[in-house]
């Protein structure tokens, strides 16, 4: 049961800082306010968790909410109680003294939201005391975690059916990121969802790069990218942990702030590691595939991968915890054709034919990722059911188109070698070959007195390299996994060396200047020319400290897109800073002040006259006194229209004379904003004028109104 007269807006402004929904957030919103079963698949940084907190804040109850590990629990909880919401979490990780104060809430009704593994809610007696506490909803997150066809199957999440069968009037919502047909249908099933309306919204992340670079000195391309990214946080995915500790090491001698976090340690240090990452005083971690599942860190700037992932879904999960802001993030996935040999060895080893037949298949569809010489992102959002008509023009296939060339004769060079090795070298021993390398291993087997030693000296190694991968791309050599990656022949080999079959080879041209390119953007550094670029550094700065003294997470204060808001907007009151996207009322009141003051600061260094508005504000004036609309300036200038607000609301409020206020707002909504003044008794606080009008005089009109106001009884707004 909800709230009266209270909208989903209204929450959403009012806790959350935001004016706007994404995706299809609000559709699941109202879905589940209207007691309806959902299932919700979103991608990482959609937002799915706004799907169930901006509801748990609606309802009158208990919002229970089945989360896998205890770092999404904690960092989700943290950022609900910055928030000002009443949240708490139920793990192996609290001591009986703050599990019994939890409890003592749970029974008093002052907890919204209770996160709680599916492990302890069977573990402990909550499952048959949920009737206790008035639980308006329950939401499973990661629930492809339900099913054995999924790529993170967990039993514990099969027998979460028992809360439909034991409650079957309080609506769930089950969410994951990654989940093709099957996987939809079996959460559907296996949680006993009646009527579940299904919401799948688009899987493209238009703010990450997609890159795949050749696996050769991936240690010195690494540095190269992370050099782009000072003080800033990333994750270096590795397949074992030898390499996480390896990568760490090399990249702490190299003067890069690194840990390394896998299985193999102590949980103690895992957890000091996590924390460390979230908490931004490690800023590089090298890890194996599990480490960041349910992290809510939104400021991660990179994810590479040291190795070819077993497949798409964990692939686009793993990307998906870069960017979560919305802001520009890399990806970058090594590709090397030892990583393939290393997934068979442990494909090979499932007995279920079947389910070793799907992780085939599945291994497959990422070589074919990795191997596309079309926009990876069409490749990529192929895999998951949705068509891209456009080129994304963010992956290093579209910022290189490829050109082809003849590659016959090259092509005809390494057939005839592998063939008169009878089919018995890998792919670096028929390079020596081609080359006329007399190496021990070419030597030893006699492969030197063969025809065509020697017959490709003129071509480089690294160009064989490229030029024997595009050849197994195309379908005219095979590797034999299962047989140390020997180099096989096929039917369409025997065509290609009869002449029935042409190749056509990207250009090691084209392929040189695709690399060049990747190198000079890795080698690009972050310089502060813009202004606003400089304050935002400022208040990163800020934030840190003002995180750290608080024992959380930088980004439960601000978000970096926040950050950059303020930044772009310089606010100068709590008014204006509300206007601020991720700035609710809760977060407005305990940093509001310290925020405006480094903005002030800021502008008082820069400006010299911070009663004045700035340059920029002064180029909004002349347009606005072209009388302009506000529309029309923003789009010449290329800002937002609440940053235009913002500026013209500045002006009015240091030089009056400058604005004509009703230009802005009505002779007769003036008075109604005056008697309502009266009748609300105080001057300062937008949102009860709003609701007072019911939204029909917007936030804009009442800034204006409310200066306007102040100034004409010569009073001073204080907040």
């Known amino acids: 049961m909800t709230e009266i007269n209270k909208s989903p807006e209204f929450y959403h402004q009012k806790n959350f800082g935001y004016k706007t929904f994404k995706n299809t957030q609000k559709e699941i919103i109202e879905n589940v306010l209207a007691g309806n079963d959902s299932v919700v698949l979103m991608p990482t940084g959609g937002g799915k968790s706004m799907c169930f907190q901006l509801p748990a804040c609606m309802m009158n109850g208990l919002t229970i909410v ?90 514990e999440y099969s027998q979460l059916n028992v809360l439909k069968q034991n409650y079957p009037n309080i609506p769930v919502i089950a969410l994951t990121a990654t989940a093709d047909r099957a996987v939809r249908e079996d959460i559907v099933e296996v949680l006993g969802l009646k009527n579940a309306s299904t919401f799948i919204s688009s899987f493209d992340r238009p703010n990450l790069s997609l890159t795949v670079l050749p696996a050769q000195q991936r240690l010195k391309k690494i540095i190269e990218i992370i050099s782009k990214y000072p003080d800033q946080s990333g994750i270096i995915y590795c397949s074992s942990r030898k390499q996480t500790e390896t990568v760490a090491t090399k990249l702490n001698e190299a003067g890069f702030d690194t840990a390394c976090y896998h299985a193999g340690l102590d949980q103690l240090v895992r957890n000091k590691v996590q924390e460390d990452f979230i908490n931004g005083q490690v800023k590089i971690i090298c890890a194996t595939l599990a480490f960041g599942m349910g992290i809510d860190k939104s400021d991660v700037r990179f ?35 030892g990583d393939v040999a290393t997934q068979m060895y442990f494909i090979d080893q499932i007995s279920d034919l079947h389910y070793r037949k799907i992780q085939e298949d599945k291994l497959r569809r ?7 010489q079309i926009c990876r992102r069409k490749v990529l959002l192929a895999y998951f059911s949705e068509h891209a008509p456009n080129d994304c023009g963010n992956c290093d296939v579209c910022q290189n188109p490829p050109k082809y060339a003849v590659g016959t004769t090259e092509a005809k060079m390494a057939l005839s070698a592998i063939a008169r090795t009878n089919e018995d070298a890998g792919m670096t021993t028929i390079i020596d ?47 034999d996994y299962r047989h140390r990656n020997k ?49 935002f550094e400022k208040l990163r700065i800020l934030r840190k400290t003002l995180a750290e003294k608080a024992g959380k997470p930088p980004f439960t204060v601000f978000s970096d897109v926040t950050l950059k808001q ?30 405006l003051n480094e903005i002030a600061a800021f502008q008082l260094k820069r400006n010299k006259k911070p009663s004045k508005p700035g340059d ?79 939204g029909e005089i917007d936030y804009n009109k009442l800034r204006f109104a409310l200066v306007y106001l102040d100034r004409e009884k010569q009073e001073t707004i204080t907040i």
């Open 66 to 155: 089945i989360s896998p590990l205890i770092s999404l629990m904690k960092d989700q909880v943290e950022a609900l109680k910055t928030n000002g919401i009443e949240a708490e979490f139920l793990n192996s990780s609290l001591s009986a003294e703050a599990e019994m104060q939890i409890n003592q809430k749970l029974s008093q009704n002052k907890i919204k939201l209770l996160y709680i593994s599916p492990e302890r809610l069977f573990s402990s007696k909550l499952i048959d005391q949920l009737h206790l506490y008035n639980v308006s909803l329950i939401a499973i997150d990661e629930a492809h975690c339900i099913t054995g066809w999924g790529h993170d199957f967990r039993p």
């Open 303 to 337: 994810v590479l991968h040291y190795n070819l992932p077993k497949n798409l879904e964990g692939y686009y999960q793993e990307i998906g915890r870069a960017g979560r802001d919305g802001l520009p993030a890399e990806t970058v996935l090594f590709y090397g054709y």
């Open 366 to 372: 990422i070589q074919e990722y990795a191997e596309a």
């Open 433 to 479: 070959i081609l080359r006329g390398n007399a190496v021990a291993g070419v030597i030893e087997h006699g492969f030197d007195k063969i025809k065509t030693f020697g017959v490709g000296r003129n071509i480089s190694a690294s160009n064989w390299a490229m030029y024997l991968q595009q050849f197994i791309q195309q379908g005219i050599i095979e590797i």
């Open 487 to 535: 180099l096989k022949l096929n039917a369409a080999s025997v065509k290609v060396l009869t002449g029935q079959f042409e190749v056509q080879l990207v250009s090691f041209e084209t392929i040189k200047k695709r690399n060049e390119a990747l190198k000079q953007k890795r080698k690009e550094k972050v310089l502060f020319t813009d202004p606003d670029d400089e304050l």
């Open 566 to 595: 303020m930044a772009e907007a310089k606010p100068t009151n709590i008014l204006s800073l509300l206007d601020v996207s991720g700035v609710g009322e809760h977060k407005a009141k305990i940093y509001g002040e310290v925020f």
């Open 616 to 694: 920029t504000h002064q180029v909004t004036l002349a347009l606005y006194r072209q009388n302009k609309p506000v529309s029309e300036i923003a789009k010449e200038r290329q800002l937002s229209e609440g940053t235009i607000y913002s500026h013209l609301l500045d002006i009015f409020t240091n030089e009056h004379e400058a604005i004509d206020v009703f230009s802005f707002v009505s002779p007769s909504e003036m008075e109604k904003i005056r008697e309502a003044r009266i009748t609300l008794q105080q001057t300062v606080q937008l949102k009860p004028y709003y609701e007072f009008f019911n």
